[in-house]
């Protein structure tokens, strides 16, 4: 069995259609302070590298939230879409925007030093603190 698939969905509104050609099954959950403002709660992720497209990107609008990542929603119904990294495209997409998330695996919970303590995890999941995540996925120097 493949840790690999293809993937695809779209936005609330139906108007943004996502196609990724390796959708990672393996997801993450992020804690970091940016993610849970975005979203109200942890953000959990696929890892669909660089290969990703969309149908009628004109309707995405991209919000640089920091030097080193970019977060695209629709601007019709405001969809989460994706968080990527400025230097090598690499997209993080939220699973529940895939039609088929029947076979993703919660493995990884990055920026487990900023979680707030009202909530937690059952699953048994990798651990990543800041410093760690960051060593992993280097941001930019200026």
């Known amino acids: ?3 690999q698939h293809e ?3 779209s936005c609330l509104c139906g108007k943004i259609r996502i196609f990724a050609s390796t959708v990672n099954k393996s997801i993450s959950g992020c804690h970091c302070q940016m993610c849970r403002k975005w979203g109200g709660d942890p953000f959990l992720v696929a890892d669909c590298g660089n290969d990703v497209s969309f149908e009628n990107q004109e309707n995405i609008n991209i919000f640089s939230s920091s030097q080193w990542l970019e977060r695209g929603f629709c601007n019709q119904c405001g969809t989460h879409l994706f968080c ?3 230097e090598n ?3 993080f997409i939220p699973v529940g925007i895939f039609e088929q998330p029947k076979d993703f695996i919660f493995e990884r919970q990055i920026f487990i030093d900023e979680k707030p ?3 937690c995890f059952a699953n048994e999941t990798e651990n990543m603190t800041e410093a760690e995540f960051v060593a992993k996925f280097p941001r930019p120097t200026a």
């Open 1 to 3: 069995m493949s840790d």
């Open 7 to 9: 993937g695809k969905g």
């Open 84 to 86: 990527r990294l400025t």
């Open 89 to 91: 495209k690499q997209y």
């Open 117 to 119: 303590t009202y909530y």
